[in-house]
């Protein structure tokens, strides 16, 4: 390829598709390896070393990709996830398919997209023969859909060692850089009650469902939108059948904090919610799943070095807070993180998920700056 083609995006986006068109649910893993297998032979002939860390628990391999170079001090960290919410099938629903400047498939904007673009950069870098100033460590993860669980030690472990961390999960709102995110707290409810034959006999028995509902209540209750806390109760069941008492009932919890300072406060409320009825238990278990990703000041520096580097480019970066979670959050307490680096689109993890494809030389072109600019 010369190196006037590395950033035309029918280029970028034939690449994309092949990727695309791997299906890579979380809980098929050896979808998500033959993925792996696809962008590790991608790496061939490229100067780096490659290491493959076998998946457990369910998921996939992740894989991870150091510079020849640069090694030996803090350098420059690149998180993605290959896996993906859709089924396998789901590209029956929806196939790879371009209509002007849209292109369509299952996790083509979240994230498969900005993991190709990142790999992409990488390539045209070494293309002329150049070494970034600092090495490079692009980390491909299985399982950051389900709040990965087998990649968070990996994560926080080479973010540790990083100067600047970049996470190539979507751009927000028309193309807007992420620079901060709220905290994630995941929860269970378990309620257990008496049972009783809810005709002859209703006063022997204690409503787990009942129950429910007061820890329904109190938790939705714990919303405050001017803190920016959200507090969701997700899913709900209990109880066998309409005549008989419900003995017990189980919920699941999502919760959302701005800050550290929250996250402690509402962790502890929700793990300390007891039942309003004699003879009835509730017993929660869960934590915070991600911790907020605050901007900080060497995250301020990052996103201003990125801001100036798109506007020689030419477009504007403008950044944003979000509420969903990503593997930046791992990283941002301790180490420069810019998030939404990947492609502009919308609609992830639904049946219209799609990229724009005006969208990929720009963005290829601003992580290949990065490369060659941070120090």
């Not at 950044?319 to 990503?326: A, I, L, N, Q």
Request: hydrophobic fraction near 35%; proline fraction near 5%; include cysteine.
């Amino acid at each position: 390829m010369t190196s006037s083609n590395w950033f035309d995006s029918q280029t970028i986006l034939d690449g994309i598709r092949r990727w695309v068109e791997i299906e890579t649910p979380t809980e098929s893993p050896e979808q998500v390896n033959e993925l792996v297998s696809l962008v590790a032979e991608q790496y061939r002939g490229l100067p780096v070393t490659l290491e493959r860390v076998a998946g457990v628990a369910g998921c996939g391999d992740h894989l991870v990709a150091r510079t020849n170079w640069g090694q030996d001090r803090p350098g420059i960290l690149v998180l993605s996830h290959l896996d993906t919410v859709h089924p396998v099938g789901f590209i029956e629903r929806l196939p790879f398919k371009v209509e002007g400047d849209v292109a369509f498939g299952p996790g083509i904007y979240d994230m498969k997209g900005g993991a190709y673009i990142a790999h992409h950069a990488f390539g045209a870098l070494c293309a002329t023969g150049d070494r970034s100033p600092l090495g490079i460590t692009h980390l491909f993860t299985s399982d950051e859909e389900i709040g990965s669980p087998t990649s968070r030690a990996l994560i926080e472990k080479e973010g540790r060692k990083a100067k600047y961390v970049l996470v190539t999960e979507p751009a927000r709102d028309g193309g807007k850089i992420v620079t901060g995110r709220k905290g994630v707290g995941r929860f269970q409810v378990h309620i257990k009650g008496v049972p009783a034959h809810a005709g002859s006999r209703p006063e022997d028995g204690r409503s787990a469902v009942r129950e429910l509902g007061h820890v329904i209540l109190a938790l939705e209750g714990m919303n405050d939108p001017a803190r920016g806390v959200t507090v969701n109760v997700g899913l709900v069941r209990g109880g066998t059948r309409p005549n008989v008492t419900p003995e017990e009932a189980y919920a699941e919890v999502d919760l959302r904090v701005v800050s550290l300072k929250d996250a402690d406060e509402y962790v502890d409320r929700i793990l300390a919610l007891t039942a309003k009825t004699d003879g009835v238990t509730v017993r929660v278990a869960g934590g915070l799943n991600r911790p907020p990703y605050e901007k900080s000041n060497a995250g301020a520096s990052l996103y201003e070095h990125a801001r100036l580097l798109a506007r020689e480019i030419g477009f504007e970066l403008i950044d944003t807070h979000t509420g969903g979670g990503s593997d930046g959050n791992f990283t941002a307490a301790h180490t420069a993180t810019l998030d939404g680096l990947g492609v502009d689109g919308k609609g992830a993890h639904t049946h219209f998920e799609q990229l724009y494809v005006s969208s990929l030389a720009p963005r290829a072109r601003l992580l290949h700056r990065l490369y060659q600019t941070l120090r």
